[in-house]
């Protein structure tokens, strides 16, 4: 343990070059964002204390606040960053912990561009690693909306039996988490054998997936944990300090436990979901309150209380996202996609979110789901976000603006889902995660990853914000592109300056002179949490 992990010890940071970009907020023009040389930070419990230029803030600094006593003769931990980046740390402002660290230790799928293609990757992995007895064999990232071969129950049933393994069932979660595909033994052990294939298929979607995909997290609660923690390790290593987590199966009991059991590598805000929403009212928990209890000296609380989360409709890649205009070759009720939570359900759940000083975070992905989402928004006067917002018209842009709303988007997602979007939203595209659009009208942004759906990495965010582009590729709609000092400012929270806490990422590249594949694979020397290292690589 380093003197900058002890409680009550003090770290100076030379020789950084510092990167201030206030949070959420774009410089003035002219306003420098990094120093022109470079500095020294001092941190003292958790707090940036000083900041000034390289050989006066370790003198000036560290003597100054042992004048007032502050120090106490206690020993300051002298690290030299050598020129390196000194950023504040990163947040990833919609994730699915539990269902990332999952799939971390799933089947990944996510490469097949065909149903057959998915089945081969299936009867390849039972062939050499079959899951313990009694338990399935579960996949993860399919994406099927651009095959041209139709994903059924019998290609998972062959594909198990040509691996010698027609006893263990299968199931495979899609990308957007969104839809399932699952062998006849999985539905049937799962009871929704006959919910699934009613289009001629073995997937099943939206509402009547979800408590599916929330029973194959089943596992002793310590296991998930160890899984989580490294999850969170691996976060840290991307100069992750902090998270908002919509787990569906109760974010705030999980990290309760996580909390008492010693967690301490990242913040969280947990949200609930209208399950547990009784339970959080009875508690009078508000968004913003501790969970768990401290965190300790300048961190408040690791975990606190985030927002209600209610998902109001589908995604794109299910094509179930709700939309004014319907996905073509459809036709019949669900032509438009899905709306789960009409507005006489969802105005009351917010209403009663509003009164119990809880704030909203309302999935809307198509279109007409997030005018609506915004239609309650207004109505019920509550403060949050829409998460996603991948698809709006121009007036909807304007009254995120105008009610305050906050757009929770995810960048990587616009890469994912341009071949799948050009297809299902043609002629619609100019209008899709319109990040740009959104910034230019005032509208706060947030960038998060929505993990497992996109990697837990807010550097593959940024870079997708910034290049719009992957793997070579020309821009989608470069028009819609954010500048490299407004996607890094969305995607943190604090400033390296004094008072703040200290959350701080060491990078080894600038990250608002860096593009292109080397902007996402931004290496990642040191993180602090609080002034504690929680990755360290220096």
């Known amino acids: 343990m380093t003197a900058a992990t002890r409680s009550g010890a003090a770290l100076l940071l030379r020789r ?6 206030p949070p959420g907020a774009v410089p003035a023009a002219g306003v420098p964002v990094a120093g022109p040389g470079e ?17 006066t803030a370790g003198d000036k600094g560290t003597a100054g606040v042992r004048a007032t006593g502050d120090l106490g003769g206690r020993s300051v931990e002298t690290v030299d960053l050598e020129g390196r980046w000194l950023a504040p740390g990163l947040w990833d402002a919609h994730t699915h912990m539990e269902q990332w660290a999952l799939a971390r230790q799933r089947l990944d799928v996510s490469a097949a561009a065909s149903a057959a293609a998915a089945a081969a990757l299936v009867r390849d992995r039972l062939r050499s690693a079959p899951p ?9 990232g399919f994406r099927d909306g ?7 129950s019998a290609l998972l049933d062959d594909a198990a039996a040509s691996a010698g393994h027609p006893d263990v069932p299968v199931v495979l979660v899609s990308g957007d988490l969104h839809c399932g595909w699952l062998s006849s033994l999985a539905a049937r052990r799962h009871g929704v054998l006959d919910a699934i294939g009613a289009d001629g298929t073995g997937l099943l979607r939206e509402h009547p997936w979800f408590p599916v995909l929330d029973r194959l997290g089943d596992a002793p609660g310590d296991v998930v944990d160890a899984w989580v923690a490294d999850a969170v390790r691996a976060a840290a290593e991307r100069g992750v300090v902090g998270v908002v987590d919509y787990e569906m199966g109760g974010a705030v009991p999980a990290w309760e436990r996580r909390v008492a059991a010693g967690h301490a590598g990242l913040r969280v805000v947990a949200s609930v979901w209208a399950a547990g929403l009784d339970a959080v009212v009875e508690r009078r928990l508000r968004t913003g309150d501790a969970l768990g209890g401290p965190g300790g000296p300048g961190t408040a609380s690791l975990v606190t209380m985030g927002p ?4 109001t409709d589908g995604s794109l890649n299910t094509r179930t996202a709700y939309c004014h205009d319907p996905y073509p070759g459809l036709t019949g009720p669900g032509a438009h996609g899905v709306l789960s939570v009409p507005p006489e359900q969802l105005r009351p759940l917010m209403a009663r979110a509003v009164a119990a000083g809880l704030e909203c975070a309302i999935h809307a992905i198509g279109d007409r789901a997030n005018a609506l989402a915004l239609d309650a928004f207004e109505a019920t006067g509550a403060r949050g976000s829409v998460e996603h917002a991948q698809l709006l018209v121009a007036d909807d842009v304007a009254r995120f603006a105008r009610l305050g709303v906050v757009a929770s988007v995810q960048p990587e997602h616009a890469m994912d889902d341009r071949d799948v979007a050009d297809r299902y939203w043609a002629g619609r595209t100019h209008r899709a995660f319109p990040l740009r659009a959104l910034h230019e009208a005032g509208v706060r942004l947030v960038l998060g990853s929505d993990a497992p759906v996109a990697p837990l990495d807010p550097w593959t965010a940024i870079g997708a914000a910034v290049d719009r582009a992957r793997d070579g590729r020309e821009p989608w709609h470069g028009e819609q592109r954010l500048p490299a000092d407004v996607a890094l400012a969305v995607s943190v929270r604090t400033r390296v300056a004094p008072g703040q806490a200290a959350d701080l990422a060491v990078l080894d590249a600038d990250p608002l002179a860096t593009t292109d594949e080397a902007l996402r694979r931004m290496p990642v020397a040191g993180t602090l949490l609080a002034g504690r290292w929680t990755h360290r690589a220096l």
């Open 146 to 152: 651009l095959w041209g071969d139709v994903p059924t």
């Open 308 to 311: 209600l989360k209610v998902i």
């Open 16 to 21: 950084a070059r510092v990167v201030d970009v």
């Open 39 to 55: 500095s020294d930070v001092l941190v003292v419990d958790g707090v940036v204390r000083a900041v000034a230029p390289t050989g």
């Open 132 to 140: 313990p007895a009694g338990t399935a064999l579960v996949g993860v």
